[in-house]
């Protein structure tokens, strides 16, 4: 993979004389539904990237769990309204700042920005471009972006599945889901998936153990399919339901957690049931009970950049190898022009698709996978 150049390096700022003088960018006015997204155009800002930044056009951006509860007010530190919601995208460099190799110009990357990227164009830090390999269309590589990230680290650096474990993976055919069990599988575990009956037969494709999530004794069954506990449960949905998830685990488990979906749609605080859910994995932790229980946040470590983006490059470059070779499936949910993010906000949390809903330039066909009529 292409190392990306320090952002640090004397050069001067790359021509912008390619660059569109305009930028379409969605914006999320407040608390509203999904058609209460404005969709707006706006001159780029003179003289462009700053210093050690570029401009990204991008070609894939992405509907996460994230935008669903931005969009209720929910998100634990999500900006003051009114905002341009987008936690990662795919783009390709247009144009440096001052300081900046203007070699990176053309370069295909990857960048988390937690918003901002459902937009045509978005200026971000170099230091924190992923290089995308030419080989993959960029709505592929778009879905595994935050929720690649999320789903290594979460089984490799806090889990460390090994062959021959089993874990279980709640939501197995979202986003983040679909992507955590292929991986699972490729580290040689045995993965006991919940979906809704609908997705069963995709999850039995990817080598999974579907469980309806459903089931009013979900939870007795999943015991019944691994009765000496299970080494990990990946568990977005928070609620009194994670007290269950923690006792699926055999002795030397572990429980990551790394969600509140179950009050998503709760009116009131959205910092209450983050911590209550702390305060739940901290007594959990602090009983001799043989078993741990983690909350994931992938900005953990932003406090000491250089090593963050050490390792999210390491990381983020693990899983596009994975995708490059056909290790990893893409999970293309649609591909929805940026202009109809409304529609694409609706069929992310319509709860119906596989994998993730993709945003790409309107009129463009860089992104590849599936475009929803």
């Given at each position: 993979?292409?190392?990306?150049?320090?952002?640090?390096?004397?050069?001067?700022?790359?021509?912008?004389?390619?660059?569109?003088?305009?930028?379409?960018?969605?914006?999320?006015?407040?608390?509203?539904?999904?058609?209460?997204?404005?969709?707006?155009?706006?001159?780029?800002?003179?003289?462009?990237?700053?210093?050690?930044?570029?401009?990204?056009?991008?070609?894939?951006?992405?509907?996460?769990?994230?935008?669903?509860?931005?969009?209720?007010?929910?998100?634990?530190?999500?900006?003051?309204?009114?905002?341009?919601?987008?936690?990662?995208?795919?783009?390709?460099?247009?144009?440096?700042?001052?300081?900046?190799?203007?070699?990176?110009?053309?370069?295909?990357?990857?960048?988390?920005?937690?918003?901002?990227?459902?937009?045509?164009?978005?200026?971000?830090?170099?230091?924190?471009?992923?290089?995308?390999?030419?080989?993959?269309?960029?709505?592929?590589?778009?879905?595994?972006?935050?929720?690649?990230?999320?789903?290594?680290?979460?089984?490799?650096?806090?889990?460390?599945?090994?062959?021959?474990?089993?874990?279980?993976?709640?939501?197995?055919?979202?986003?983040?889901?679909?992507?955590?069990?292929?991986?699972?599988?490729?580290?040689?575990?045995?993965?006991?998936?919940?979906?809704?009956?609908?997705?069963?037969?995709?999850?039995?494709?990817?080598?999974?153990?579907p469980v309806d999530h459903r089931d009013p004794e979900l939870y007795a069954?999943?015991?019944?399919?691994?009765?000496?506990?299970?080494?990990?449960?990946?568990?977005?949905?928070?609620?009194?339901?994670?007290?269950?998830?923690?006792?699926?685990?055999?002795?030397?488990?572990?429980?990551?957690?790394?969600?509140?979906?179950?009050?998503?749609?709760?009116?009131?605080?959205?910092?209450?049931?983050?911590?209550?859910?702390?305060?739940?994995l901290a007594l959990w932790n602090a009983l001799p009970n043989s078993r741990?229980?983690?909350?994931?946040?992938?900005?953990?470590?932003?406090?000491?950049?250089?090593?963050?983006?050490?390792?999210?490059?390491?990381?983020?470059?693990?899983?596009?190898?994975?995708?490059?070779?056909?290790?990893?499936?893409?999970?293309?949910?649609?591909?929805?022009?940026?202009?109809?993010?409304?529609?694409?906000?609706?069929?992310?949390?319509?709860?119906?698709?596989?994998?993730?809903?993709?945003?790409v330039p309107d009129g463009g066909d860089a992104a590849g996978g599936h475009?929803?009529?």
């Open positions: 993979m292409r190392a990306t150049p320090s952002p640090t390096a004397h050069a001067p700022a790359a021509p912008a004389a390619s660059v569109a003088p305009y930028v379409t960018e969605v914006v999320l006015p407040g608390v509203v539904e999904p058609e209460g997204l404005t969709v707006r155009r706006r001159q780029l800002p003179a003289p462009g990237p700053g210093p050690g930044e570029v401009l990204l056009a991008m070609e894939a951006t992405g509907v996460s769990f994230a935008e669903q509860q931005m969009r209720r007010g929910k998100y634990f530190d999500q900006p003051p309204f009114p905002f341009v919601p987008g936690y990662d995208l795919v783009g390709r460099v247009a144009a440096t700042g001052p300081g900046t190799d203007p070699g990176l110009v053309g370069g295909r990357f990857a960048a988390l920005t937690k918003t901002g990227g459902w937009a045509s164009h978005t200026v971000v830090p170099a230091a924190d471009l992923v290089p995308v390999p030419e080989s993959v269309a960029s709505a592929d590589a778009e879905t595994l972006v935050v929720n690649g990230v999320t789903a290594w680290q979460m089984l490799h650096r806090t889990a460390q599945v090994r062959a021959g474990d089993t874990v279980v993976v709640l939501g197995a055919n979202g986003g983040v889901g679909s992507t955590l069990v292929q991986l699972a599988r490729v580290a040689g575990a045995r993965v006991l998936g919940t979906a809704s009956p609908r997705h069963h037969d995709a999850l039995r494709r990817l080598g999974v153990t069954r999943l015991r019944g399919l691994a009765p000496d506990g299970v080494r990990a449960v990946f568990d977005h949905v928070g609620g009194e339901g994670v007290v269950e998830s923690f006792r699926l685990l055999a002795p030397g488990g572990t429980l990551v957690s790394y969600g509140t979906a179950s009050t998503r749609d709760v009116a009131g605080s959205s910092k209450a049931p983050v911590l209550k859910l702390f305060a739940r741990s229980a983690h909350f994931y946040n992938i900005w953990a470590g932003r406090r000491r950049p250089d090593a963050f983006r050490a390792r999210l490059r390491a990381d983020l470059g693990e899983v596009f190898a994975l995708l490059a070779d056909g290790g990893l499936t893409p999970q293309v949910a649609a591909r929805v022009p940026l202009s109809r993010a409304a529609e694409a906000l609706r069929l992310a949390e319509s709860g119906t698709v596989t994998g993730k809903v993709v945003l475009q929803r009529p």
